[in-house]
């Protein structure tokens, strides 16, 4: 049973508390053991692996940062990047669905929700027994958030929902979905909403699995809407609040994407190190070429550099300041590190870094959505220049 108290001063220097260093040496073992050794399977078949999610709810992790009223640990933010990034180490599919369920889903509850929709949907998420998505992208709108063209019309007790969401994280697996609807398209952002969509509500069915790049097994799909009936009592906040819950609730999936990055990155650095040893040319290993070595050098300086981002980010959120600026730039540099040393991880496999018999072409392939994701890498240069441009 994990237990915990508030930030430590230790973390603010970057320095792991004892605290700390339990999560990530219990999470490191759990997905080491459990995860790892089935992660090319996963990636492979395409499968969702629902038994990693149990697992993750049996280890109390799925309420690591969430208030014990609500059946969580009480955590800081710190714990939940060390986690997300231990877990991408070993498979990243499992970091993405555990990224979707926790920042996307269950703390904008916590963030936006009344105390009745807390009770209704945040404690059954924080003990793992609903898995959570996000809707917000649609075809065609791309980045541009405000665009939605999902309409909710209010009828009644009702809001009557219709349209289409694109690339949904946990798509036929979850059960909650927050789901940002327009209510006057005439309003623009300031007439959208964000309501709590649950699995099994008429109307609501699901488009093909996607097949994907990387991430293979975390179940992607649109999700479409005719004539959905959905509770006023499920919207979150109120008409016109829909706007600031998606950018809000993107501010914290980013510390998410941001620590699979480093986890992807981390993982495939591992696997290179240790490859490094074991590969024999001109009769020693190839770690004691120079070119290799600086490869590895550089590349591990890289992740720790976007490790310590990452945890500013989080540092941020949990003293309650502002942190729209750090999550972006921990996201934007660690998923174009994850990117880049990947591919230089693949490189030092050589031939053998381009065949499935080794993983480090998964990581490669499960690093690019790292860019994408929670916004592209141009979307956090504009989020990281205008909020920059407004400390002028």
């Not at 009644?156 to 059960?175: L, M, P, Q, R």
């Not at 994907?212 to 809407?225: D, E, H, M, V």
């Amino acid at each position: 049973m994990i237990t915990g108290t508030n930030l430590k001063e230790s973390a603010l220097g970057f320095r792991l508390s004892q605290e700390q260093t339990d999560i990530r040496d219990m999470v490191r073992e759990l997905a080491q053991k459990e995860f790892a050794p089935k992660a090319a399977e996963v990636d492979r078949n395409h499968r969702f692996p629902r038994e990693n999610f149990e697992l993750l709810a049996a280890s109390d992790l799925c309420g690591l940062i969430f208030p014990e009223e609500y059946g969580g640990v009480g955590l800081d933010h710190v714990c939940y990047s060390i986690a997300v990034e231990e877990l991408s180490k070993a498979c990243a599919t499992t970091g993405v669905i555990y990224s979707a369920h926790m920042s996307l889903t269950a703390a904008p509850v916590l963030m936006w929700g009344n105390e009745e929709q807390k009770q209704r949907f945040l404690a059954p998420m924080t003990k793992g027994e609903k898995l959570g998505a996000f809707a917000l992208s649609e075809p065609g709108n791309g980045s541009d958030s405000a665009a939605a063209h999902c309409r909710a019309e209010l009828k009644g007790d009702h809001f009557i929902v219709n349209g289409v969401k694109n690339w949904i994280t946990n798509g036929v697996e979850a059960d909650f979905y927050i789901v940002m609807a327009q209510t006057d398209p005439a309003l623009k952002h300031k007439g959208l909403i964000a309501l709590v969509i649950e699995k099994g509500a008429p109307g609501f069915t699901f488009g093909k699995l996607e097949d994907k790049l990387g991430i293979r097994g975390s179940s992607t799909c649109q999700i479409i809407f005719e004539d959905t009936p959905v509770p006023v009592g499920n919207m979150l906040g109120k008409i016109g609040d829909g706007f600031k819950v998606a950018m809000s609730t993107l501010d914290g999936g980013r510390i998410g994407i941001a620590s699979q990055a480093v986890g992807i990155a981390q993982g495939a650095w591992d696997h290179a190190y240790k490859y490094s040893h074991e590969r024999i040319a001109f009769g020693k290993p190839i770690s004691n070429f120079q070119a290799i070595q600086f490869m590895l050098a550089e590349m591990q300086t890289e992740i720790d550099n976007a490790r310590l981002l990452t945890y500013n980010a989080c540092v941020a959120q949990d003293r309650g300041e502002r942190f729209t600026k750090e999550a972006a730039m921990a996201k934007l540099y660690a998923s174009e590190v994850a990117m880049r040393n990947t591919v230089k991880c693949v490189q030092i496999f050589g031939g053998y870094g381009y065949v499935t018999d080794y993983p480090v072409e998964r990581y490669m392939r499960d690093a690019k959505i790292t860019e994408i994701y929670e916004g592209t890498s141009e979307i956090q240069r504009l989020v990281i220049a205008s909020n920059l441009l407004k400390r002028q």
